[in-house]
């Protein structure tokens, strides 16, 4: 373990963290693993999970290929998670899909895999996690949302931003319903960070406008955001509940 993460108190925990992968959720798995977490790191993208895994500092991670539109598969790498373990401490909700539309352009099957991927899955494994983590007395959510949830979608981001408006509300009412168990239940509101997805279906123009509107000055990098997802899964964020911490250069201030 990095002895200047054991404030963070990770120590001996197990978390779940969902696009571990790529971006901000391998970062924050990554971070996990350092601060002595035993990591479940799963994502729809097998091979590039496996590398992910591979890579953590310390032992006992899993990689798990899993595709979040399939509800049953989140049931059960909970129920597979909380037997292998013996506990379930820390869930991370990062993954999420993006493909850039226009509102005329987004028939029924593409509503129906952002709904499900994005907003279906966290529901589902906040329940499930929620389940396992209430025999252990303490734990800790936290679902990754967007500011185009409370602003509305940038650049054919329409659909999108409505998964991550659910996302805030779901937060708060898991939040209410888990917090007599001892288990936090946060929302990270990341703004433009540099990741694959920020860049998918965007030109120098349409960045550059995003930029420009940044008071930092910059797109943030994978790891500023996971840092934080890391803060509200520790035990340094304790007393914070149903919160939406963003992580955005101060692009949105509210
Ligand atoms: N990058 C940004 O600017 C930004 C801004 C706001 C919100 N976010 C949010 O941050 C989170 C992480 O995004 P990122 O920027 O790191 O993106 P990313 O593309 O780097 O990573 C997303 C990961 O999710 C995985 N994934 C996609 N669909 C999946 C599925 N069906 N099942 C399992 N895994 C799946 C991908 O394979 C990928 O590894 C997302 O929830 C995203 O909406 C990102």
Redesign the pocket.
Known sequence: MNQELSILGLGGRVAIV??A?????KSAAEILAAAGARVVA????AE?VKAAVAGFAGSGHAAEA????DLGACDTLVRRTAEREGRLDILLN?????RRLDIEDIDEAEWDRLMN??LRSQYFLCRAAGEAMKSGKWGRIVN?????GLVGGFVGATAYAIT?AGIMTLTKSFAKDLGPHGITVNTLS????D????RTGMTRDTLEAARSRIPLGRMGL?AECARAAVFLASDLASYITGHILAADGGFLMR
């Open positions: 969902t696009g992968a790529s971006g901000i959720g799963c994502d729809v993208n590039g899993i595709d979040l539109a990062v993954a999420a899909t993006l991927v994005n990754v949302s967007s500011g185009a991550k990341p703004g433009a960070i990741t694959p997805m920020q994978p």
